[in-house]
């Protein structure tokens, strides 16, 4: 099983990319079996949400993936708290098999793409959402509303809160914060050394998540 | 919500021809040569249709469309007609 990698003409190395088919199934066999109603494909190209943050990070020789979408901007979207609790499930069965895994969240942050806001991003929201992250308050993001996302320009950030659910209470290295004229731009990560709770498991954890 | 609202079923075709020029590159190219062959193809009535041809996001908006899929298909048909930076986006 393959997927399809195209649209926004940035260089894609392997423009197909190779699927993790065992792990994916795991997933969502799991995923259902511990209460969320997760639905698959095997015919879903992947768009930019997917490959520009591969460009920048996939080794040589790539490695094989498993896609997880997370519908963000079609109402009525998965609340955060549902993406947190998903996340947190994530994270326990990653935990429970023997995979060497990394958690990619990508998205975000504020913008507001198609409308009159869109040359004004909500920066402070961002830093303070950073701040709450390298405090290692993550968790209190399960608390927002699907209004004060939309508010913000940070639907997109259910992606981020999912991950947030594998990762827990780990403190997050905040490597930068850039605001463009439309978008705040971030990268986070949470090494392997403060990895939490959720990654535990009979096998080996995954090895680190980032954003 | 005030910015991403649910799509009404009214605009159901409306949304499908934005999220083809967003990510069908075969169905773009049709409507860069021909855009009312291809938003019949998508069978758009007339308004959706003069709306589409104007590129007035308010107008589609208003009609039922999804601001994103505006968003995403305007900046992919400006990208194949223009240069447009990265950073742009």
Not at chain 1, 65 to 70: A, D, R, T
């Given at each position: 099983?393959?997927?399809?990698v195209r649209?926004?003409?940035?260089?894609?190395?392997?423009?197909r990319?190779?699927?993790?088919?065992?792990?994916?199934?795991a997933?969502?066999?799991?995923g259902?079996?511990?209460?969320f109603?997760?639905?698959y494909?095997?015919?879903a190209p992947l768009?930019?949400?997917?490959?520009?943050p591969?460009h920048?990070?996939?080794?040589?020789?790539?490695?094989p993936?498993?896609?997880?979408?997370?519908n963000v901007y079609?109402?009525?979207?998965?609340?955060?708290?549902?993406?947190?609790?998903?996340g947190?499930?994530?994270?326990?069965?990653?935990?429970?098999?023997?995979?060497?895994?990394?958690?990619?969240?990508?998205?975000?942050m504020?913008?507001?793409?198609?409308?009159?806001?869109?040359?004004?991003?909500?920066?402070?929201?961002?830093?303070?959402?950073?701040?709450l992250?390298?405090a290692?308050?993550?968790?209190?993001?399960?608390?927002?509303?699907?209004e004060?996302l939309?508010r913000?320009?940070?639907?997109?950030?259910?992606t981020?809160i999912?991950?947030?659910?594998?990762v827990g209470?780990?403190?997050?290295?905040?490597y930068c914060?850039e605001p463009?004229?439309?978008?705040?731009n971030?990268?986070?990560?949470?090494?392997?050394a403060?990895?939490?709770?959720?990654?535990r498991?009979a096998?080996?954890p995954?090895?680190e998540?980032?954003? | 919500?005030?910015?991403?609202?649910f799509?009404p079923a009214?605009?159901?075709?409306?949304n499908?021809c934005?999220?083809?020029?967003k990510?069908?590159?075969?169905?773009?190219?049709?409507?860069?040569?021909?855009?009312?062959?291809?938003?019949?193809?998508m069978?758009?009535?007339d308004?959706?249709?003069?709306?589409?041809?104007?590129?007035e996001?308010d107008a589609?908006?208003?009609r039922g469309?999804?601001?994103?899929?505006?968003?995403?298909?305007?900046l992919r048909?400006?990208?194949?007609?223009?240069?447009?930076?990265?950073e742009y986006?």
């Open positions: 099983m393959r997927g399809d649209a926004l003409p940035v260089p894609v190395p392997d423009p990319a190779a699927i993790h088919e065992p792990l994916a199934r997933l969502v066999e799991a259902i079996e511990r209460g109603d997760l639905v494909t095997q015919d768009d930019y949400a997917f490959y520009v591969l920048f990070t996939m080794p040589e020789p790539s490695v993936l498993v896609p997880l979408h997370v079609l109402p009525p979207q998965p609340t955060p708290k549902r993406c947190y609790e998903w947190r499930a994530l994270g326990e069965i990653l935990g429970s098999r023997s995979e060497r895994v990394v958690l990619m969240a990508s998205g975000g504020s913008h507001f793409p198609g409308t009159d806001r869109y040359a004004s991003p909500e920066f402070d929201y961002d830093r303070r959402l950073l701040d992250l390298s290692g308050r993550s968790r209190e993001l399960a608390g927002v509303t699907a004060e939309d913000a320009g940070n639907i997109e950030l259910r981020w999912t991950l947030l659910g594998a209470d780990a403190k997050a290295d905040v914060y463009s004229w439309h978008h705040g971030a990268v986070v990560e949470w090494p392997l403060v990895r939490t709770s959720g990654f498991g096998g080996a995954p090895s998540a980032s954003l | 919500m005030v910015h991403y609202r799509p009214s605009a159901y075709r409306l499908r934005l999220f083809a020029l990510s069908d590159d075969a169905f773009r190219s049709r409507f860069r040569t021909d855009a009312r062959a291809a938003m019949r193809e069978e758009l009535d308004a959706d249709a003069a709306a589409l041809l104007r590129g996001r589609l908006v208003a469309a999804h601001p994103y899929l505006v968003f995403m298909a305007d048909l400006r990208m194949e007609r223009e240069a447009v930076t990265f986006f």
